[in-house]
């Protein structure tokens, strides 16, 4: 399989995981926020205008948009699980929903703000760059974006392991990188009710990049690191569109 092909398949899963799972994942996990991302959603709304806009990138089922509806700015949303949409729009009616995966977006300085919290993680190193730039081109001159990131120093996952077993069954796979082709078949069939939490995370396609990769990449794309730090599982940058 070409790798592009392989890619492709990926985030199709994806899609078909969140939309399976999109109800549970609201009850095991939307009311939870780690202390470092809750530190770190302070810092980023201190450098938004209270009354600005705010766009929730691969906002899941709306785990944080509550937060920034509180803090007072407009919020938007965007997903590609229509399943996690319909949940976030059943708890946060006043928030504009969209359909739309991360590598599609085309919006044009619109926004004071742009958050993309702990979905970064399933992005391929293909797409990572031109992602980290659709948030430059969706932010206004000066604007924030605070996202979190896997990375390759502290993962939670044996990426060695998944290399090795993934070039051994002919993946087109890089060093990095996490697909289980078992768990996402045992996901897909067991019932919901029966699938472990664990199950679901090693189901889905996950990219651990070097962090010195990601600070190359978010130079790349127009940013400056105003904070960054690590804890609740994941890198925390907040950035600037310079």
């Known amino acids: 399989m070409e790798r592009s092909e392989w890619l492709k398949l990926m985030q199709k899963r994806a899609e078909m995981l969140y939309d399976r799972f999109a109800s549970r994942y609201w009850e095991t996990w939307g009311l939870v926020v780690g202390e470092t991302h809750r530190e770190f959603l302070q810092k980023f709304l201190a450098r938004v205008p209270r009354h600005g ?15 920034l509806l509180d803090a007072g700015p407009r919020v938007g949303g965007i997903d590609q699980s229509p399943g996690v949409l319909a949940s976030a729009k059943e708890h946060h009616p006043e928030v504009e929903y969209k359909k739309m995966a991360l590598d599609a977006m085309n919006f044009q300085e619109t926004f004071d ?18 992602i980290l730039l659709g948030f430059q081109k969706a932010l206004k ?18 990426l060695q392991m998944y290399f090795e077993q993934g070039k051994a ?4 796979i890089v060093f990095g990188e996490v697909a289980d082709e078992i768990a996402f078949e045992q996901a897909m069939a067991m019932a919901q009710k029966d699938v472990p939490d664990e199950l679901t995370d090693k189901a889905v396609y996950h990219y651990y990049p070097p962090l010195k990769k990601v600070r190359d990449w978010i130079n790349q794309a127009g940013f400056e690191v105003e904070e960054e730090g690590t804890g609740s599982g994941f890198h925390h940058f907040v950035v600037r569109k310079r």
Do not use: K, N, Q, W
């Not at 806009?53 to 937060?67: E, K, P, Q």
């Not at 069954?169 to 087109?172: F, K, T, Y």
């Open 53 to 67: 806009t705010i766009l929730s990138a691969a906002c899941g089922a709306g785990r944080f948009d509550g937060i």
């Open 113 to 130: 703000g742009v958050i993309c919290m702990d979905a970064m993680e399933h992005i391929c190193p293909e797409d990572y760059p031109g």
């Open 141 to 158: 001159p000066g604007g924030v974006l605070y996202f979190t990131a896997d990375r390759e120093e502290e993962p939670d996952f044996d």
């Open 169 to 172: 069954l002919g993946l087109p």
